[in-house]
């Protein structure tokens, strides 16, 4: 691939929560997305990403385990009545989590290298064709989330990434130029 092929697929992603809910998503087009986060760069190769694949009614126990988490948090009822059914706006829902580390600078380490694979995720459902939408994990559902996924105590929640057939072209759009600043 040459780097102006990838410029131009960087460039195509967007965020995209409008979806065609009838249009199911292959689950080996889902297993190739986690296998692309899997190499993203891993700092002492400690393999910290662990994926949720929730599709069917698995989404709305998803909705409700996090609701659940989010009312004895004290959201206000209208975010809890929304979380409820928000996961099935998707045909699936892929929960990423960062593994604990041995550390704090190596559990740090671990959740840069899973959101490393989260934007490779991201960049193979635009190559598919898929529309995405990387959300975070609602105030004081985290471990909630986690413990429904069946992972181990301190995992943190790193997306919760909406999968699926896209039903409308989002508009290209400017990016600011980045701040370089260059040191010789």
């Not at 698995?58 to 004290?74: C, V, Y």
């Amino acid at each position: 691939m040459m780097f102006d092929d990838f410029r131009k697929l960087v460039i195509a992603r967007r965020t995209q929560l409008m979806m065609d809910l009838e249009r199911e998503v292959d689950m080996d087009l889902v297993n190739k997305l986690c296998d692309v986060a899997a190499w993203a760069p891993n700092h002492q190769l400690t393999w910290p990403w662990v994926f949720g694949v929730f599709t069917g009614d698995a989404r709305r126990a998803l909705g409700d385990a996090t609701a659940e988490a989010m009312q004895r948090h004290g959201d206000t009822e209208m975010k809890v009545t929304k979380t409820r059914t928000k996961y099935l706006r998707a045909p699936v829902i892929v929960v990423v989590g960062t593994l604990p580390g041995e550390s704090e600078l190596q559990t740090e380490e671990n959740r840069d290298a899973v959101s490393a694979g989260i934007q490779n995720m991201l960049l193979g459902a635009t190559a598919m064709g898929l529309g995405s939408f990387w959300s975070s994990c609602p105030k004081g559902a985290n471990d909630d989330v986690a413990k429904h996924c069946g992972w181990p105590e301190g995992t943190h929640i790193t997306a919760m990434i909406y999968l699926g057939w896209p039903n409308r072209d989002i508009p290209d759009r400017e990016r600011q130029a980045p701040a370089i600043t260059y040191f010789n």
